[in-house]
């Protein structure tokens, strides 16, 4: 049965169809052939697997990711880092880094962050003479910094098919996204004085509490999410509806930014990729309850060698199946595929759940950037209108950066469990 559904889905890959088409199909194959129940549990299942309230969460930040890369708040965050940074040796590369990582905070999305950040940094780092192959790497791989920095929709899609505190993962996140910030800044203070990178020129204190001043509303969204869940103020799925209300606010009513006929088309935008997002996460759950039904993760683990292995090879197991896997996939159908087969080993291993999760993300992450396929290579192929071969060509020094802080996090996980610790033990 195995065998079939993996059979079916690679040869409608093959074919050009949308993930949804694979993953509904194998699953089909699954029921009607090999499975003596009725047909109308996948149903069943695939309704159970959108009913999380915690889902709600999803739709809200693409929402509130949408309005805010239309209107000023990028632009705001830029300009703040830049007044701050832009003097030093490298300067324009960290501040590159540092507002996609504060533009992550904000959004939760990395297409949001390369369109925002990248827009308007790629112009200014190539007349500076940064070359456009690490460029457009720094923007991609910064923008993935996303995924850790809470909110993050990725750890929303773990938290639901794993049953992992949303709330312990958003905070576990912030470590290693900051870790990562400091390398690839740190990276690109070398490449510009490898380079010789003219600095900008240094920026007065005023002109700094300017700058601070003109980004306070949009930092108001990290306050609401990490400052508003840690507080017992509410939850995560509430955290996301106050962002949507809030970022309505800020640019219709402070900035002036958009009209409300704009926020129409934006929620329809939202509202479509979010029908996909869920039709995924549907077919995902039916897809999951047939695997397990059939003891399919077991054979698998247990036909890699892996059902007696250890903690430490179990992680890097599951490290190398995810950044495999987005290396082709969409990072959400790899969550929802992978989970579930890895799951029987995380539980019977003890391993914390959520330090498995939040190595999961960090793999999710540098997979989405990584060729041959990573999803966000392809969005900035669409909107930098550059050749693939120019955007992959400066990716492997900061896939080297993340392979170095996923090795850490599994040696040394405090980087990631330190603040859930202080916030929840």
């Not at 003891?295 to 599951?318: C, D, H, S």
Request: charge should be neutral.
């Amino acid at each position: 049965m195995a065998t079939a559904m993996i059979v079916t889905m690679i040869v409608l890959l093959l074919l050009g169809f949308p993930m949804m088409v694979p993953l509904i199909a194998a699953t089909l194959i699954g029921f009607l052939i090999y499975l003596p129940i009725p047909p109308d549990i996948m149903i069943q299942q695939m309704l159970a697997g959108i009913r999380p309230s915690a889902l709600i969460a999803v739709p809200m930040f693409i929402l509130a990711a949408d309005i805010i890369t239309k209107g000023q708040s990028a632009d705001r965050l830029i300009d703040m880092v830049m007044r701050f940074v832009g003097h030093v040796r490298g300067g324009l590369g960290v501040a590159t880094a540092a507002s996609c990582t504060l533009f992550g905070a904000v959004s939760g999305s990395t297409q949001a962050t390369v369109v925002a950040i990248g827009g308007p940094l790629r112009p200014r780092m190539l007349k500076s003479g940064y070359s456009d192959s690490f460029t457009l790497a720094l923007i991609i791989n910064s923008s993935d910094i996303a995924m850790l920095i809470p909110p993050s929709i990725a750890m929303i899609i773990y938290g639901v098919v794993s049953g992992t505190s949303i709330s312990e993962l958003f905070i576990a996140g912030v470590g290693p996204g900051l870790l990562i910030l400091l390398l690839f800044s740190a990276y690109a203070y070398v490449y510009a004085r490898i380079n010789d990178i003219p600095t900008e020129p240094k920026a007065s204190w005023n002109e700094r509490m300017q700058a601070v001043a003109g980004a306070v509303w949009p930092l108001g969204f990290p306050l609401i999410v990490v400052g508003g869940i840690y507080g017992g103020i509410f939850s995560p799925t509430e955290a996301a509806s106050v962002c949507v209300g809030y970022a309505i606010l800020l640019e219709m009513l402070i900035f002036r930014s958009l009209k409300l006929s704009d926020v129409f088309d934006i929620a329809k935008s939202t509202g479509l990729i979010t029908a996909v997002v869920f039709i995924l996460v549907a077919a995902g759950a039916a897809f999951s309850w047939v695997i397990s039904f059939e003891r399919i993760p077991q054979a698998i683990l247990g036909g890699l060698g892996l059902a007696e292995a250890g903690p430490y090879t179990v992680l890097i197991a599951i490290s190398i199946a995810f950044f495999v896997g987005c290396m082709f996939v969409d990072p959400i159908v790899v969550i929802l595929v992978l989970v579930p087969i890895f799951a029987p080993l995380v539980d019977g291993l003890g391993l914390d759940p959520v330090l498995v999760g939040t190595i999961i993300t960090l793999q999710v992450a540098i997979g989405s950037a990584t060729p041959p396929f990573g999803c966000d290579i392809f969005t900035a192929i669409a909107i930098f209108k550059r050749p693939y071969i120019d955007v992959i060509r400066g990716t492997p020094p900061f896939v080297v950066i993340l392979l170095m802080v996923s090795a850490l996090l599994i040696i040394y996980p405090p980087i990631a469990l330190f603040l859930r610790d202080l916030a929840f033990r």
